[in-house]
Nanobody
């Protein structure tokens, strides 16, 4: 069974950090670009970051540039999203998803999705 599983979410104070993980089972991530998306209550899903299958290309939403870093460890079949300087507006459910080799912020282009992990930024 092909699965993506996110972990690492939680409650953090403004200015704090979290590292999200996206682990694959049933398939290897080597051939897939991985995107991170988020959806806050009452808002549309938005692309946050993505990394190409080779790791040579990354993309970030303007709202997280300079604060979030995406990386991948193909040996561990895992992609990470390091989130620093978190703000209350970063509060959302974060999802990872897999598609072909190239990055995209179009959710419809992704074939596999995880179940999501909640990130709450609040004092």
């Amino acid at each position: 069974q092909l699965q993506l599983v996110e972990s690492g979410g939680g409650l953090v104070q403004p200015g704090g950090s979290l590292r999200l993980s996206c682990a694959a089972s049933g398939f290897t991530l080597d051939y897939y670009a991985i995107g991170w998306f988020r959806q806050a209550p009452g808002k549309e899903r938005e692309g946050v970051s993505c990394i190409s299958s080779s790791g040579g290309s990354t993309k970030y939403a303007d709202s997280v540039k300079g604060r979030f870093t995406i990386s991948r460890d193909n040996a561990k079949n895992t992609v990470y999203l390091q989130m620093n300087s978190l703000k209350p507006e970063d509060t959302a459910i974060y999802y990872c998803a897999a598609r072909g080799r190239l990055c995209s912020f179009l959710g419809l282009e992704y074939n596999y999705w995880g179940q999501g992990t909640q990130v709450t930024v609040s004092s």
